[in-house]
């Protein structure tokens, strides 16, 4: 959606952008730019809880012009919270944009935790961590550092504060399942809710952001430490510097290549099995929750 929905291209949507990029913006779509300045300082640091001014954002939203005709929009996973810091910012991060967006639509997209969660362990394997998915899934609280908690996937308490902040009416909550199994159900329900005028020529087809190797990402979950340095792995001090991660980088994607199908799979399905074990009827209650909320039936989607 935000390479191929949320950008300057005429397809309903036109993202709000500043004059004022900052390094720390090179690399996003346009429409996660302006997003970054409700969790980011200027200079990327990570706002503290007294350091958000709403009056400077509003400052540099006068500034943002849409590109295009469509629907101005400004979109970033990381403004639910960051999973694998248990959310810590999120209700912070609510906050801040009921303070500059009072009257605005919010689009949430939920996943079954299940399958999120295996997706989230392969990206933090991917960006350095080193832990099992047990030990990802189970690690212990730490009043001085966030992390994974299995608890911020409980979507009820998210969605309950954003309908509080902005009313219920500007909430629209939807599944990932439908997206993938009908996306244009989705996408209708997303122009009834914002007033869009969408093609329906899109690339639903088309794999972005897609999982690098299971098999070979669990299995040398280790050499992260010498070829990754990252918050998620300590920035640790084995670290060999950049040109042995990106030979690291070339040599799994080649490996990724040849490991067979079967293989992957087989690796993908047991830590769908111990995921599953981990978690048991964890969520159940927070889904019903979530479906009063929406007035959506999720065990149509694989919800439990």
Request: charged residues 25%.
């Amino acid at each position: 959606m935000q390479k191929n929905l949320f950008d300057p291209k005429g397809n309903g949507f036109s993202p709000l952008v500043s004059n004022r990029v900052s390094k720390n913006d090179k690399g996003l779509f346009e429409c996660q730019r302006f997003a970054r300045n409700f969790i980011f300082g200027l200079e990327g640091n990570l706002l503290g809880s007294d350091e958000f001014s709403a009056e400077l954002v509003r400052e540099l939203l006068a500034d943002c012009k849409p590109i295009g005709s469509g629907i101005p929009v400004i979109s970033h996973e990381r403004l639910s919270g960051n999973p694998h810091a248990g959310g810590f910012d999120s209700e912070k991060i609510c906050s801040r944009l009921s303070q500059v967006f009072d009257s605005s639509k919010i689009f949430m997209m939920l996943r079954e935790q299940k399958s999120l969660i295996l997706s989230c362990y392969f990206q933090y394997l991917g960006m350095g961590g080193t832990l099992s998915i047990q030990d990802y899934v189970n690690q212990p609280d730490d009043e001085r550092l966030p992390k994974f908690s299995k608890s911020f996937f409980q979507f009820n308490h998210l969605i309950s504060r954003y309908q509080k902040a902005f009313g219920k009416d500007h909430v629209l909550v939807l599944p990932y399942e439908m997206f993938r199994d009908d996306p244009h159900q989705l996408l209708e329900k997303l122009k009834l809710f914002t007033g869009a005028v969408v093609p329906d020529s899109l690339p639903f087809t088309q794999k972005v952001n897609s999982r690098l190797n299971a098999f070979l990402g669990a299995r040398l979950r280790f050499l992260n430490c010498f070829t990754r340095r990252d918050s998620l792995n300590g920035y640790s001090p084995f670290f060999m510097g950049k040109f042995f991660q990106k030979l690291d980088r070339s040599l799994r994607k080649r490996m990724g290549g040849i490991v067979p199908n079967f293989i992957e799979n087989a690796e993908v399905a047991k830590h769908k099995r111990i995921i599953q074990n981990l978690v048991g009827d964890f969520y159940e209650a927070s889904n019903c929750e979530t479906e009063e909320l929406i007035s959506l039936d999720l065990k149509l989607y694989g919800y439990k």
